[in-house]
């Protein structure tokens, strides 16, 4: 092992001649102790990059950082003369090298479903689970279908209205849904114990497991963006690594609250005409709630608009 250990640092040259370079030319004007800095620094440089943390001697057990200390705190003994008097003789630890970590690119056009996955197992998870993913999807709902079913009166626990009607619509879409019906994330949130965001463009749905929706805990959030609609099969969504409570307060002041997934808004007498205009102007460039003929728009032209636009994201309510 010294012969090999000889052979890596001296015959490639990678402290013997730098000692010996800087030894040699030593600015007689420059002072010993502002050369001696170079050289540790140089050297201590070289051996963390060969990924060594200890040297060894016959007497003791150095750690880098220790030496690097002695050193700088002797600076009546010639590094140069320190270092290449250990090397020699000494043995020498190397760190186990790690390789580092793929960065994975997630697709913004998961499915609702792959999204969820994401954020509840991880990236490294998804990605390694490949073109196996149908597989897994069918498997995880069947399991979710399974528990909930034990216990369907959790699915009544959350902030969404069902009925029993509602709750066997959402048991039967997990065993033989191939798409992505928004109403499965009743099952996602409460098996989980998610709130789940889906945010679209102008609108948002919050799906809780309880029938309080206020985030606590915003390791407890699952946001996901849509990224496109499809009439049919649901869309393709973005999940949100990083949730914080910023994100979550800018969705509240920007975008328009959805009550339900299979009605997203009251009927119209319960809305006053201020919280309409309110509503407009979260979705509309236009400062104010006129028509192009300056005449000011009905209570229920702007219901429609509201409704119209807010509805997009979902695919049952797609114009």
């Not at 709750?167 to 989980?192: C, K």
């Amino acid at each position: 092992m010294s012969i090999f250990l000889h052979q890596i640092f001296y015959a490639n040259n990678k402290f013997d001649n730098a000692i010996l370079s800087y030894g040699d030319k030593t600015p007689a004007s420059q002072a010993v102790s502002t050369f001696q800095e170079t050289i540790i620094d140089n050297l201590l440089s070289d051996l963390r990059k060969w990924s060594i943390i200890t040297y060894e001697d016959n007497s003791s057990s150095v750690h880098l950082d220790s030496l690097d200390s002695v050193l700088r705190s002797h600076p009546d003994i010639p590094a140069t003369r320190v270092i290449s008097a250990t090397l020699p003789g000494a043995s020498f630890c190397f760190r186990e090298s790690v390789p580092p970590k793929p960065r994975h690119i997630l697709s913004k056009h998961l499915s609702m479903f792959q999204s969820i996955f994401v954020s509840i197992f991880g990236i490294e998870e998804y990605m390694r689970i490949g073109n196996r993913m149908p597989n897994r999807e069918l498997e995880e709902k069947q399991k979710i279908m399974l528990e909930l079913s034990k216990t369907p009166k959790r699915l009544k626990e959350c902030n969404q209205r069902l009925t029993n009607d509602n709750i066997q619509e959402i048991l039967s879409g997990l065993y033989v849904s191939t798409n992505d019906e928004i109403m499965l994330l009743v099952a996602y949130s409460v098996y989980y114990n998610r709130i789940i965001y889906l945010v679209f463009k102008h609108s948002y749905l919050v799906v809780s497991p309880t029938k309080d929706a206020t985030v606590i805990d915003i390791q407890n959030v699952i946001i996901l963006n849509q990224t496109r609609n499809h009439p049919k099969y649901g869309g393709s969504y973005m999940v949100d690594m990083e949730p914080t409570s910023e994100k979550i307060a800018s969705i509240h002041n920007t975008k328009i609250h959805l009550e339900h997934y299979a009605k997203p808004f009251k009927g119209i007498s319960t809305y006053k005409m201020a919280d309409l205009e309110c509503m407009y102007r979260k979705i509309s460039d236009l400062e104010t709630v006129t028509t192009k003929n300056d005449k000011k728009r009905s209570k229920k032209e702007l219901y429609d608009i509201i409704v119209e636009i807010c509805c997009v994201g979902i695919s049952r309510f797609t114009p």
